[in-house]
């Protein structure tokens, strides 16, 4: 049995006033598993979506039986938290990626998301 790859500082802490897109995430081979974990502080309000590819440069939005994207709108002085896990998915995809739009330009909040990958 393989043991899993976690990583705390998939997207490091940063601010969530930015818009930003991740680096790809590569599935190089089959998956059981991924999961990521988003830690919201502060003020945030934004969308996270995640994105697909198999063609290099021909990014989709992810989707199992939905668009796999979700909106926080976060008050100042909280912290909350939100896995996403993406079963097998990954494994007809070549890369993944997360991206964030900040719905307001003064959040004084912070993102961190962590990964982690279950092999078979």
Sequence with gaps: MSKELIN??????????????????????????????????????????????????????????????????QLAGNTSSKIVVIPQTANYCAALRIVWDSLDPSAIGTIQVASRLMPI
Aim: proline letters at 5%; aromatic letters at 16%.
């Design 8 to 73: 705390i500082n998939y997207i490091p802490e940063r601010s969530a006033a930015t818009d930003y897109t991740s680096d790809e995430f590569r599935v190089q081979w089959a998956v059981d598993s991924l999961a990521f974990q988003f830690v919201f502080s502060g003020r945030v309000y934004g969308t996270a979506t995640f994105q697909a590819r198999i063609i290099p440069d021909t990014w989709e939005q992810l989707e199992g039986c939905e668009p796999i994207t979700f909106e926080v709108n």
